[in-house]
């Protein structure tokens, strides 16, 4: 912004002034400009709500065998173009409803080397589906936005996804990776999926397909205290697996879903031991009160990290 470039102008002018006068001054070190900014909790609790006002006005879901599938990617995709993002839908012909992918692309970077992020925004037809997978929906949506408005230099090109019909196995997000050329293939360099990152009791899952990938998600987590397990329950079960049968690397983070608590997991996690990672999921009170905070806040700020750390230019110096 211009009245920053204004202010450090005249600091440095005002150091130098005091300086000659009283000898050196300490300043106070610069922010570092691979710190990823903050993913805004609140704003994702906003997508969240709208999810679920979606879901409500289409008979209790967001399912493509009705009106909400198709409603809840209207609602991305106006942001993200507000945002300035170039967005395109994909038609999945072998999904329900002939449903929708949602890609959306930054325009700035490498073309040629492409961080891919992505989350399935259909729910089962049993319910709102906030949690699954309004959650990961939701927070790449907050992510993508706030990559938009604070613009950092990049090294690679950031591309999202908001896949249509995951819940009949997949389609939307096989439809797209089996629909690329073999060259545009090869661009995608990394693909990170988000399925399910704000379950109410909750643990800390990450993807261990490829140990770099997930070491970016770790270091992150180690920052604030959090201990991270590899993530079993999902695996091959959501997204990443049409990317992974490609031969692309892969990565990603969950809280859980039907698999138990372990005792072990409740007191690295807290949370309630014996029961369900997610007791309402694919259940119709997977809605906004089945979300609490701090899994949902821990997941997004790491996403905004990997993000910051994989593709921003800054991290490449």
């Not at 950031?158 to 690329?180: C, I, K, N, P, Q």
């Not at 138990?260 to 119709?284: E, L, M, V």
Request: glycine share 10%; hydrophobic share 40%; with cysteine.
């Amino acid at each position: 912004m211009k009245w920053k470039t204004r202010l450090a102008a005249g600091a440095t002018a005002l150091t130098a002034m005091l300086g000659v006068l009283s000898g050196p001054v300490a300043t106070a070190a610069p922010e570092s400009p691979l710190a990823a900014p903050d993913i805004s909790l609140a704003n994702i609790k906003t997508h969240l709500t709208q999810l679920q006002a979606i879901a409500r006005d289409n008979g209790g879901t967001r399912s493509p065998r009705g009106g909400g599938y198709a409603a809840s990617v209207s609602y991305v995709e106006n942001l993200l173009k507000n945002a300035g993002f170039a967005t395109k839908r994909q038609t999945c012909t072998s999904c329900l409803g002939q449903s929708q992918n949602l890609i959306a692309e930054w325009p700035q970077g490498d073309a040629n080397q492409v961080l891919m992020l992505g989350a399935h925004l259909d729910s089962v037809s049993a319910g709102p589906g906030i949690n699954d997978n309004g959650s990961g929906s939701a927070s790449i949506l907050e992510v993508a936005l706030t990559l938009a408005r604070t613009n950092p230099a990049m090294a690679k090109r950031v591309r999202f996804a908001w896949w249509a019909d995951e819940e009949s196995g997949m389609v939307g997000s096989r439809h797209y990776v089996s629909s690329l050329p073999g060259t545009e293939r090869a661009k995608i360099k990394t693909y990170l999926n988000f399925d399910m990152i704000g379950s109410k009791n909750w643990g800390y899952f990450v993807y261990d397909d490829v140990a770099s990938v997930k070491a970016v998600f770790d270091e992150y987590f180690a920052s604030v205290g959090i201990q991270t397990e590899g993530d079993s329950e999902g695996d091959g079960r959501s997204d990443h697996a049409s990317f992974k049968s490609a031969g692309i690397p892969v990565g990603g983070l969950a809280t859980g879903a039907g698999d138990i608590k372990s005792s072990a997991q409740a007191q690295k996690w807290g949370g309630t031991a014996g029961a369900p990672f997610d007791n309402c999921y694919h259940r119709a009170c997977d809605t906004t009160s089945n979300i609490p905070d701090p899994p949902l806040e821990k997941n997004s700020d790491a996403i905004g990290y990997a993000v910051w750390k994989l593709a921003v230019a800054a991290a490449r110096r």
